[in-house]
Every structure is written in structure tokens, then in C-alpha cells.
């Protein structure tokens, strides 16, 4: 990650919004950020309505006169375009940005994210309001990036989403045969004779279903995602070569968030100059879920430093329950995001509303206006080590010989499909397998299709129902060349136009895996088929759930079979020699303590070493500079928890000197930065 300017520390600070307050409250609140140690600040978040009053009627004083103030304190900026919420007087003229939900119905003012992506009208307004911005601001030398709009998302249905639709169909088929084919329009009829009558897929055509979204047409379904993440994708590069046609020098970003069904990152992360993303966990999530998240920000960006650019210090408003941060969680889920390759700590928000839906969000500041409360103090203290930490590992990166992969359009495919279960859900999917790994404190990356194997050892693809053109290629290769890959129920039925294989299941990953899937049975919600592993690591008798292949081996060695119903004895999971490597394939979905015996087997046979010993609830991630280590040591226990360190080291934070395999209790929600 690469900021414009001077910054040699992790930047702390986050969404500053004065213009929802007097200006007399201004300098309090640099007085009271300064002394929690905030450096930088995103501003202009929502702004467009003050910022342009009509077509033509532009007004930047207060904006100058906020960038004036926070710039006098000395704080960073990230200067956001203020486009995620277009003007109420927009909307009556140019009606046109209005979205059209998949019902059919025509939006009204109100809202933010509510603009049509596929607008010329938004998209010339956000283009001219992103030029203006560089050339009013883009000189200042405390801008250290800009924030292009604000959490992307959301579907529109509307003519001209309908017409460009049209049109990314035939850049993609070329022509209404290959369209026709791909998506199997025999089926029901479907045949289409001109592009003018193929229809956006909404609840008035082949869709219905809100939480999890059903189709007729899984295809149309899908590339209406993909052309939706790309259309919204076009609407951040009008704004950012806007931006860089006038300062090339200041990095571009947008805030993500995680598993978002709404949009590819990995195909957003190539166009961004570094990956911004706002962490929001829900109450009780896992500490290894959300270290999944900032994996799969970071593999978005290739593996570089990130940016966490929200969180709450305390408290959202948005979710059902809205429980507190207990004292000290803020801390440590700052550093979590940093020990994932985070080089900044930014909140949503400095100062708390005073109305709208977000006044009983948390913030720096909160209502009572002074710095006396628990939050104030909790953020001051990290404000504090941040400053201490400087740049002693800004710009680190990961080592890791373990990867996991996750693709949108598998994502997309799978939720999407009609059968075989509906409790089928990609992303938890993906977690159980990140989590083995993750829990046991191995390096473990999260990356796309495209990503390179390289550096690789070891890979699991899960639920890898579409294989995309090249893919089944690229991990021959992996394996031929000595990798491991592990795949799994669902896997290898379909190519990228969601065409089932006819070459036998797992299709293109048949030869690898050494075996072919004739039939797949559905378990019941609770049921359970087993299966029982005699000696070696794997020892014991493990449940097979979800789904369950029913396999013929096919050079592939049989490690164990089924236990039960009438395909017992057959096998379950299979290990194939490939080339130098092997392919693991496990034809149901394995308990998670197998798993866990699984990833250390399979690490322990490569020579993968987790980066720090597993305790549970002690988390360990490890960033690499210049050949220098830094080992980062979490505790997400409830209770302070004894900690064996391998190594002679300091801790950055404590200063604290430890010798090889000494004792250490971590406090509970403490941190080591171990150099
Ligand atoms: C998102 C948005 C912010 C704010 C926070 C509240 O992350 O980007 O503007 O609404 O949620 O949690
Ligand atoms: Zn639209």
C-alpha cells in the first residue's frame, strides 16, 4: 500500500463529519482527536448536496473551510468524492438516477447508494465532481489518498441497466447463438431471436426470492452479477481517471467489505491502488471469521498492505443486537486487522450524529462531548502505541505456503443453483476450511482465480463447481510440480457458462483427482452419513455431512469409505499422486475437528510450520520486512491465557524481552508485536 506524502506510521483516525455540526464545535473536536492521537481523517463522505446546488452551481467554502480546519491540526486526509449519495434536487430533474428495485418499482429520493450506475446523468456528475475535487485539493500535501464514494452495492433494474446488459452480452457471446447455447435457451423456450428481448433477470422475469435468490436461469442470473459488479466497477474508474488525470500521484481507493455478495473484489482489486475495507463483525463472530475477511481483503489486493478504513470503536447501530465492544476488543481487533496486513486503523466515526438512523452508533467522540468515558480513553491508549509502533513494520507483507481459494462466480453459481441443497453456503463453506488452518496458527492466504501458485505448497479449493477456462490447467501444474490441492463435494460440475461437464464428474478435475462421481446424495438438516479411518493421524470415526459423492476410484487410493445407506463401502475420501504432488478430495463434508488433524497432516507433510504454538483462542499471524519477522500474538480467550514463546524476541508494544521458550500469561484481549 502506497499513501501519497510522508507517512511512517500506522495512520489512526477514520470518518469525520463537521458538517453535520455548528463550527464552534470544530476545534474542540481537533482538540479532543489530537489528543486521542488521530492523524488522519476521511471527509466529504456525504457532501454532494452541500457541494453542488444545481446543474451548474458548484459551492466548495465549507468543504474548504473543513479541509482548512482539520489540515491546521496537522491531520492527513483522505478526501472522499462524496458521489455514494446523490442530491435530492438531482433526483427531481434527472430522474434517470433513480434506481429500479427488481420488482419493477421506481425509487424515490431518500437513502444513500441509490444512484443507477448505468446513468450517463450520475456518471457525468460524479465524473465532473471527482475533477473538480483533484483540482481544488489535489496540490495539498496532506492528502494521502481518495475515498471514491462509499461502500458500493445494491441492483438496479431499470431500461438502462436493461440496455447495458444487452450490451456486456455482446461483448461477451458475440453473437445470440453462442448467447443462446451458453445459456441453454432451449430449456422452457427461452430461445432468444434478437437481443432486444433479452430482459434484465428481476422478480418480474426468472428471479424470485430475497434472502437467498432463486432463477430459473442460473446463467442470466449469474452474468447479470458479473455485469453488475463490473458496471458499478466502471462507475468507480469514470471518477478515479477523473482523479488521475489531474494528480496521478494520490492512490485511489473505495471501502469493500468482505464477503459482499454484490461485487467481484478480486476483479476490483486491480483497478484499486490499494484495498480499503470496513470490518463490522456481529456479536459472537469468530475471531478466525473475521480473520478471514481481512485475508480475503488482502488477497483482493494481491497480498499487499491493506487499509482497515472503518470499524466502530464500540458500538453499530445497524445490526439486530447491538452489543458493546467490551472493554479492550477494540484494541485488539484493530491489531487483528493489522496482523493481517492492515498499515492503518480508521473508525466509523469521530463524532457521534445527533439524529438519523446513526445517532446510537458508536464514536471517538460521543454525545456527552468529552473525552471522559471508556471509549475515549480505550482509543487515546491505542492512539498511544500506534504512535510508539512508527513504521517499524509498515509495508510488511505475508510468507505464506498455504492459500485458500474463493471465486465470486463459484460464490454466485452456487447460491444461485436450483438443488442439490439449500444448505449449501459458499462462504461458511470456504471458512471451515480457512478456519482449520487459520486456528492453528499456520500463514494461511486467501486468493483468486487469477492469483499466481507460485509460491504455494498447499491449496484448498472447496466447493470449485465452476472450473473457468485455464483454471483446471493452472492446478495440474500446481500438482505435477509438487503442490497439494484439496477440493471437494460439488466441485468440478460446470464450466463459466454453468454448463454441467459431460465428461463425468468432477469433469476437467477428473484426471487430477483420479476418480469419478456418478451420483450425489443430499443429507437431511441434522443427519449424518460416517466413515472410519483406522490408523495413521486420521484416526476415528468421523461424520460425513451435507452432501455425499458417490465415488469410483480411478487410480485415486481410497482412505476411507461410508459407514452407512446403500452406498457403504463406497468411498468417501480419496488421495490421488499427481504428478510430484497429490490431490485431496473428500466426497462429504468433513467434521471439523477431521479437519483440523487434516491441515496439520497435510502441513506437517510439506514442512509448513504454523508461525507461533496453538493454544486455543490464541491467535498468530505472521508480516515479513526486509527478511525481519513479526510475529503478531492475540488473545480472543476470555480469561488470560499462558503462551509458550518459541523464540529469543521483543514485543514492540511492551518492550518486554523474552527468551526461547519462555512463559508468558497474555491478559485477556492482549497483544504481542513480536520482533
Ligand atoms: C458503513 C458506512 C458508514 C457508516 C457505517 C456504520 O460502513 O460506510 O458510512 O454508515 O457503515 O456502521
Ligand atoms: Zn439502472
Request: charged share 20%.
Amino acid at each position: 500500500m502506497k499513501l501519497a506524502g510522508n507517512v511512517n506510521k500506522i495512520l489512526y483516525g477514520g470518518d469525520y463529519n463537521p458538517e453535520q455540526w455548528p463550527k464552534e464545535i470544530w476545534n474542540e473536536d481537533m482538540r479532543l482527536l489530537t489528543q486521542a492521537g488521530v492523524d488522519v481523517v476521511s471527509v466529504n463522505i456525504f457532501s454532494w448536496a452541500s457541494l453542488q446546488k444545481s446543474d451548474d452551481v458548484y459551492d466548495f467554502s465549507v468543504l474548504d473551510e473543513i479541509i482548512n480546519t482539520v489540515s491546521t491540526a496537522g491531520m492527513k486526509i483522505c478526501l472522499a468524492t462524496s458521489t455514494a449519495a446523490h442530491p435530492a434536487w438531482m433526483a427531481r430533474k434527472h430522474p434517470e438516477i433513480l434506481r429500479v428495485n427488481t420488482d419493477g418499482s421506481k425509487r424515490k429520493f431518500g437513502n444513500r447508494h441509490n444512484s443507477c450506475p448505468n446513468s450517463s446523468v450520475y456518471r457525468l456528475y460524479a465524473g465532473k465532481l471527482a475533477r473538480k475535487l483533484a483540482q481544488r485539493y489535489g496540490k495539498l500535501e496532506n492528502i494521502v489518498a481518495w475515498h471514491i464514494s462509499n461502500e458500493y452495492g445494491g441492483y438496479c433494474y431499470c431500461d438502462k441497466c436493461q440496455d447495458a446488459f444487452r450490451e456486456w452480452l455482446k461483448k461477451r457471446y458475440k453473437t445470440l447463438e453462442a448467447l443462446n447455447e451458453a445459456w441453454n435457451t432451449s430449456f422452457w423456450g427461452h430461445n432468444y431471436h434478437d437481443w432486444e428481448d433479452i430482459v434484465s433477470p428481476s422478480h418480474l422475469g426468472p428471479e424470485w426470492g430475497h434472502h437467498r435468490p432463486s432463477t430459473t436461469c442460473q446463467i442470466q442470473s449469474i452474468d447479470y452479477r458479473r455485469f453488475y459488479s463490473d458496471s458499478v466497477l466502471d462507475c468507480f474508474l469514470v471518477e478515479a481517471n477523473a482523479l488521475k488525470e489531474v494528480v496521478p500521484h494520490i492512490p485511489v481507493t473505495t471501502n469493500l467489505m468482505g464477503t459482499f455478495w454484490d461485487l467481484d473484489y478480486f476483479k476490483w482489486g486491480k483497478h484499486m491502488d490499494f484495498i480499503a475495507w470496513d470490518n463490522y463483525p456481529w456479536p459472537n463472530c469468530p475471531y478466525t471469521r473475521i480473520a478471514m475477511n481481512h485475508a480475503l481483503m488482502r488477497g483482493c489486493g494481491d497480498g499487499k498492505p491493506f487499509s482497515l478504513m472503518e470499524q466502530t470503536p464500540s458500538v453499530t447501530n445497524w445490526q439486530p443486537y447491538n452489543t458493546l465492544k467490551r472493554p479492550g476488543v477494540m484494541r485488539l481487533w484493530s491489531y487483528q486487522a493489522v496482523a493481517h496486513g492492515s498499515d492503518t486503523v480508521m473508525f466509523f466515526q469521530m463524532r457521534r450524529s445527533r439524529g438519523c438512523c446513526e445517532k446510537f452508533h458508536g464514536a471517538i467522540i460521543d454525545h456527552c462531548g468529552h473525552g471522559n468515558t471508556r471509549v475515549f480513553r480505550e482509543v487515546t491508549q491505542l492512539g498511544d502505541e500506534l504512535k510508539k509502533l512508527g513504521d517499524s513494520f509498515l509495508g510488511s507483507r505475508f510468507d505464506s505456503k498455504a492459500a485458500v481459494l474463493y471465486d465470486w462466480d463459484n460464490w454466485w453459481a452456487t447460491t444461485l443453483s436450483s438443488g442439490p441443497t439449500t444448505d449449501m453456503n459458499y462462504p461458511e463453506e470456504v471458512y471451515r476450511y480457512y478456519e482449520a488452518l487459520a486456528k492453528q496458527n499456520y500463514s494461511v492466504d486467501i486468493i483468486g482465480i487469477d492469483t499466481s501458485l507460485d509460491n504455494y505448497k498447499i491449496l484448498f479449493a472447496p466447493l470449485l463447481y465452476m472450473v473457468k477456462p485455464g483454471y483446471a490447467d493452472k492446478l495440474k501444474a500446481f500438482v505435477n510440480g509438487g503442490g497439494i490441492l484439496i477440493t471437494t463435494y460439488f466441485s468440478g460440475l460446470a464450466d463459466d457458462r454453468d454448463l454441467c461437464t459431460l465428461e463425468g464428474y468432477p469433469g476437467e478435475l477428473r484426471s487430477l483427482c483420479g476418480l469419478w462421481v456418478e451420483e450425489t446424495d443430499v443429507l437431511l438438516p441434522g443427519k449424518a452419513n460416517g466413515f472410519v479411518i483406522g490408523d495413521g493421524v486420521l484416526k476415528g470415526t468421523w461424520k460425513a455431512e451435507l452432501l455425499c459423492d458417490i465415488i469410483h476410484p480411478e487410480g485415486a487410493q481410497v482412505v476411507a469409505a461410508y459407514e452407512s445407506d446403500f452406498y457403504a463401502g463406497t468411498p468417501v475420501l480419496c488421495r490421488n499422486n499427481f504428478g510430484k504432488g497429490q490431490v485431496w478430495y473428500f466426497g462429504a463434508r468433513p467434521q471439523v475437528e477431521l479437519l483440523d488433524l487434516f491441515t496439520k497432516m497435510i502441513c506437517d507433510e510439506s514442512n509448513v510450520q504454523p508461525v507461533f504454538p496453538v493454544t486455543e483462542g490464541i491467535e498468530a499471524t505472521r508480516r515479513v520486512k526486509n527478511g525481519k519477522e513479526f510475529t503478531f500474538v492475540l488473545n480472543h480467550n476470555d480469561t488470560g491465557t499462558e503462551v509458550v514463546i518459541p523464540f529469543a524476541c521483543c514485543d514492540l508494544l511492551s518492550d518486554k524481552k523474552f527468551a526461547a521458550n519462555e512463559r508468558f500469561t497474555i491478559p485477556v484481549a492482549g497483544v504481542l508485536i513480536l520482533a
